[in-house]
């Protein structure tokens, strides 16, 4: 285990990842948990992480000297970088030398850290304070224009920093030298494989579940579907999946998802309840209201399956529930690593809190990348493993106006042309996710043939991310712009129009209700 400690900044999560790309299981921890606390966890290296401010601002987050004296390998990047030049009696000075950005650096001596990295390379930077004394003992490595201490490290005592951020792919050579840190400075063995990821929750699941019975809703995405296909490997047919058709999937998706999962689940589910979802939309306009009326009728159609499947066998014994839920979320939400409290994170419209279920969460530990490379490893159709997010309200948050069977059938017609476009581009995996809407309550006049057209705009919101909390538009091909645009036009009858959305997240967000 190493941990990162957060210094409020984004880079945590980012620099956790990068740990577990080089096979060390990480996790997160804020910064204010006192070291006797991180101490006892027992890891094998603690990491500082960047932080927002100067280490002399006033209430700039600190941390006990003792972590320098607990003869534990520490790694400090950035803020956490200062951080230990202060704490081990280095000097830190406001130069004025602010730095932002790409940044060129040159190493003076590789040392263990910076081994087989170029003398000249360009690094990702963001401070104003630097570090202009090396505390005694340690090698100085590297420098910049602005900042005589750039990098050093003492291979005795088992500590190294950088001022960069070699987390941000920005950073060249950045996991070279992370990898540095942990495997040769550190001595971290690499252990954190797929395949001992998957054991570890078998056992796990097995010891929680014992004998009893578990159900899992199943929405099509990748997260549920790796979540059971671990669950099942624990305890075989006593998990039962449950996969609701609201009405709002997309073309052929229910056939896809029934296909693909009847090959890895032996006990499927599948609701139709369609006319139930959408009844209850009828002449429902405004977007929180729409979501507040499909998480409803989800419950009730997961509480009339969960009464089907336990039945009165398991009055009086415990009904578990699995759910998708990941690291990020666990984190976000201030839970503690490994803490089995039980989180409401619902991925398919909301659950209620009287539902009377113990959660069984396999993915708790896991990053979105981590989830995607078990489900290969459990050996998923990769339709089900690189499925694109989906969100549960399904085309129901996608049509802007009154959700009807016409206006589904619609915008069903244009994002299979635009999905079935992007795919045959080759694009799949370097777009995020690209929801096709339709703006059901406006019209534009358009010409088509000899004759005048008044029907509905679409509009293509292609985004690059990787997380979903930031999104980029992305800069589809024109001549696959132009592809999708004529036939959607020239397919779907009510359709005279096609446009891009152009709007970064913040501050638009990725689907538009
Ligand atoms: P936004 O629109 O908030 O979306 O930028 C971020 C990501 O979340 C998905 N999304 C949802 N997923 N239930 C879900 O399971 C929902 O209610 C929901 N709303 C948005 C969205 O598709 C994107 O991937």
Known sequence: LVLVVDFGAQYAQLIARRVREARVYSEIVPHHVPVAEMLARNPKAIILSGGPSSVYAEGAPAIDRSIFTAD????????????MAEGLGGEVAATGAREYGRTPVTVSAGGALLADVPEQHT???????????????????????????????????????????????????????????????AGCRQTWTMLNIVEEQVETIRAQVGEGRAICALSGGVDSAVAAAIVQRAIGDR?????????????????????????VFDVLDVVDAADQFLDALAGVRDPEEKRKIIGREFIRTFENAEARVFGDAQSGTTAYLVQGTLYPDVVESGGGAGASTIKSHHNVGGLPDDLNFELVEPLRALFKDEVRAVGEQLGLPSTMVWRQPFPGPGLGIRIIGEVTRDRLDILRQADAIAREELTRAGLDRDIWQMPVVLLADVRSVGVQGDGRTYGHPVVLRPVTSEDAMTADWARLPYDLMERISTRITNEVAEVNRVTVDITSKPPGTIEWE
């Open 123 to 185: 690094v990702w930077m963001s401070h104003g304070d630097s570090v202009v004394a090396a505390p005694s003992g340690f090698d100085v490595l590297a420098s910049t224009a602005g900042t005589p201490v750039a990098a050093f490290e003492s291979v005795d005592r088992r500590m190294a920093g950088v001022q960069w951020h070699p987390e941000v792919l920005h950073s060249e050579h950045g996991q070279l030298v992370l990898e540095h840190f942990l495997h040769d400075i």
């Open 72 to 83: 534990v390998p520490v790694f400090g990047m950035c803020y956490g970088f200062q951080l």
């Open 239 to 263: 998990l039962t999946c449950v996969y609701v058709d609201h009405g709002m999937m997309r073309q052929g998706e229910t056939e896809q998802v029934r296909h693909d999962f009847e090959e």
